[in-house]
């Protein structure tokens, strides 16, 4: 079985481009796989399926998007909010036409009107100030015949959005770590939050809670690493913070297996998984994190949650400061991660998934025929029509074993 | 209790697994309950045929017959366990191995087409269901539930099977090897004839199957085909032999080698045999060795001391499996 795999690719710095790196070569041992290219899409590759990774960034997804809307096919939804995405694609291209439908599309009148505001420059992009609550993921979900998650969460707003064909949850992969040295970084306890340090990372919080830790705990130090997004890049680093830009991955895992604790928020939430974080529960280190979307699922083993409302900074502060004090709860954590990691995460695993999700969609609506024709056939024989009710009754019993859908 | 024991039938066939349920039956009927085998034929090929078959048993309504309440299901092996009830208790023999451990080998059945690589994925759909709906769960031996849990993440408690009840006795430990079960690839009867053939030892294989005609060629003589025999004849087989071959690929459990221990006889099988590691271990039950040819021919060449020491040893194994245990937990 042959599968077409539209993905961003190395060079491209997007995390997309990383997941695919990880998980191409483990795929390629179970299915025949080729990589369409952008660009070189005008014919498509002769394939059973097409695989299509979907994700917000308009310059990463953007040509597999389109490429999805001529022939449709499985998609990945890397996350479920994809303003940003379709923005790209219709006002950065001068197409104000295709945005105003796209939002009347997935929000009726109202989002027409709203989307006039934005065209016009009334109000901010909605892209920049609420996506969450205008995702236009419905474009993308009617040209899929199938999804891959990572999350309930994702699966849940999919459904939610009338999504009706069949979805499999497939954890993200982990990346093997490899011969990790941690880095001689000071700080007792260290703490390390990583990744492109934006708004949604809910950094200023994060501060404050750490200063009420330092408090307590002035050898305290947190590590923040990667690079500042231009809202927050006059923001003070209060003292105790250890600040690095962009890092190569080689030191990225070095600092994060220097840390004690690492902290991942997030929110608002688009969905995503957090590269970060499983990396986090691969070296075996105790997580907190937002209790929202993909984070929210993590289990309590693992990840200390904190809920995003006016009480976060207090919750964020104990829960550090809990980690900080008691180095056997960092250790059965740690241990539970690890676990976590190679039950539900290891790459021959989430390879056997997806191989296991390719083949019953490339070849799910031919069995499914085959089958209904059986049925049908013998039904036929013996004078039952499609309207009686005995057919009512098989087709609820194909449904509850999954072959019906 | 109503009890109806599942199990499907390839017509014209009997081994194992048809034996099992029989005296699974007879076994709770001994003890007071309603019991009955309900069966339904199974054809697994061509191609998507499986799901069909398999279909067919979400279709029984096993709730009730005639008024009668059906208290449980006992569902024994693919695709009898598909049945819907509200007391579902599955006693796994196995899953249909050519959609998990046997595909893309020479005993699979799946080719890499688009339709029989999702048909064998629907199959692995099917049995998540099925198998998860249960109200408990036991597989026949480790192999059975460790294939299980890989397979479908479903946990299986080990209840092994007690054998048939035969007139088991020890005659003598005469010059030969004997074999029973269906003739097909996956019980690997080339391998004991071309061993035998090397070592000069006689063999007696009891059994029918699609493979009989290739291995009677194969044997160009040198072994007795017996075909299918009687409760008498079989007791007497084991009563006489020096010693029982067993060895298919990886397989569940088999009867065979507690049946053959309870006629104090040892059994040869291989490191790949699967379930019957559970009870054959080298020079202690039988001889354990790699599945080649001249492991095999060696391992077939088992001194009169020898035999009935290990046989013996795997007697008091054998005797520790009972119905009584069986049927309580099976019930609790």
């Known amino acids: 079985m042959k599968v077409a795999y539209y993905s961003p690719m190395s060079p491209s710095r997007s995390g997309v481009a990383d997941y695919s790196a990880l998980l191409l070569p483990e795929l390629e041992k179970r299915v025949d796989v080729v990589v369409a290219r952008k660009g070189r899409f005008r014919r498509f590759p002769s394939a059973d399926i097409a695989l299509y990774h979907i994700g ?30 379709v923005a790209g694609l219709t006002l950065a291209h001068g197409d104000s036409r295709g ?19 934005v065209v016009e420059g009334r109000i901010p992009p909605l892209w920049e100030t609420r996506p969450e609550a205008f995702p236009l993921a419905g474009d993308v979900l009617a040209a899929a015949t199938g999804l891959i998650v990572h999350s309930y969460y994702v699966e849940n707003r999919a459904r939610e959005a009338g999504f009706e064909g069949p979805v499999w949850r497939i954890p993200h992969p982990a990346w093997p770590p490899g011969d990790v040295s941690p880095a001689q970084v000071e700080g007792s306890p260290l703490l390390g939050c990583f990744g492109h340090l934006n708004e949604s990372k809910r950094i200023p919080q994060l501060l404050a809670a750490f200063a009420r830790l330092r408090a307590a705990k002035p050898d305290a130090r947190l590590l923040l690493v990667g690079a500042l997004a231009d809202r927050l ?39 995503e998984t957090s590269g970060a974080a499983i990396r986090a529960l691969t070296l075996g280190k105790p997580l907190v994190v937002s209790d929202v979307g993909w984070f929210s699922e993590l289990p309590d083993e693992v990840a200390i949650r904190v809920p995003v409302d006016e009480r976060e900074v207090e919750t964020l502060a104990a829960a550090l400061e809990q980690l900080a004090v008691d180095g056997a709860a960092r250790g059965e954590m740690g241990g539970a991660a690890r676990e976590l990691v190679e039950r539900e995460h290891s790459l ?22 085959v089958l209904l024709k059986d049925i049908a056939q013998a039904a036929g024989e013996i004078g039952i029509e499609a309207a009686d009710p005995e057919l009512g009754e098989v087709s609820a019993r194909l449904d509850e074993v999954g072959l019906g859908g | 209790m109503n009890i109806a024991v599942c199990r499907p039938q390839v ?31 199974f054809k697994w090929y061509p191609g998507q045929r499986v799901l069909t078959q398999a279909f067919l048993w979400r279709l029984l309504d096993l709730t009730e017959a005639d008024g009668r309440k059906i208290d449980l299901v006992v569902a024994t092996k693919f695709p009898s366990y598909c049945v819907r009830h509200p007391n579902k208790v599955v006693w796994l023999l196995h899953q249909f191995r050519q959609a998990y451990d046997l595909d893309r080998t020479e005993l699979g059945q799946f080719s890499e087409s688009a339709e029989d690589r999702a048909t064998r994925r629907r199959v692995q759909r099917l049995d998540r269901t099925a198998l998860g709906e249960a109200r408990k769960l036991f597989a026949t031996s480790r192999n059975v539930a460790d294939r299980l849990q890989a397979s479908t993440g479903l946990e299986a408690e080990v209840l092994p099977h007690p054998p048939q009840e035969l007139a088991y006795r020890t005659d003598a ?26 070592q000069g030892v006689e063999l007696v294989i009891s059994g029918e199957g699609p493979d009989r005609e290739r291995l009677e060629r194969l044997a160009n003589g040198r072994a007795r085909f017996t075909g299918r025999v009687s409760e008498a004849e079989l007791a007497d087989l084991y009563a006489r032999c020096r010693a029982v071959f067993y060895a298919p690929v990886d397989e569940d459990f088999g009867m065979v080698p507690f049946e053959a221990f309870l006629a104090e006889k040892p059994v040869v099988t291989t490191t790949d045999a699967g379930g019957p ?19 095999v021919a060696a391992a077939l060449v088992i001194g009169e001391d020898d035999a009935r020491k290990w046989g013996q040893a795997g007697k008091a194994l054998a005797q520790k499996v009972t119905w009584d245990s069986a049927i309580d937990r099976l019930l609790a």
């Not at chain 2, 194992?16 to 339904?40: K, M, N, P, T």
Request: with cysteine; hydrophobic share 45%.
């Open chain 2, 277 to 295: 590691l559970d009870v054959v271990r080298e020079r202690e039950t039988g001889r354990v060795v790699e599945p080649t040819v001249d492991a």
């Open chain 1, 56 to 85: 917000n960034d308009p310059e990463a997804h953007g040509w597999i998007a389109k490429a999805l809307e001529a022939r449709p096919g499985i998609v990945v939804l890397h996350e479920f909010v994809l303003h940003h995405l």
């Open chain 1, 233 to 271: 890049a006059g923001m003070s680093v209060p003292e105790g913070v250890i600040r690095e830009d962009y890092v190569p991955e080689e030191r990225l895992w070095s600092l994060m297996a220097a840390c004690d604790a690492i902290v991942s928020l997030r929110s608002p939430t688009m969905g």
């Open chain 2, 173 to 198: 430990y005469e010059p030969f090897v004997f074999s029973v079960g269906r003739l097909d690839r996956a019980k690997r009867i080339d391998l004991l004839i071309e061993a035998a053939a090397k």
């Open chain 1, 99 to 117: 945005y105003l439908d796209a939002m009347e599309r997935g929000h009726g009148l109202a989002g027409r009107l709203l989307a006039f505001g």
């Open chain 2, 11 to 41: 017509p014209f066939a009997r081994g194992g697994a048809e034996i099992f349920a029989d005296e699974l039956v007879r076994q709770l009927r001994d003890r007071g309950h309603e019991a009955e085998i309900v069966s339904v034929p």
């Open chain 1, 348 to 369: 021959p695993h989430v390879a056997d998934l997806y191989a296991a999700a390719l083949e019953e969609a490339a070849g799910g609506g031919a069995v499914r025929e």
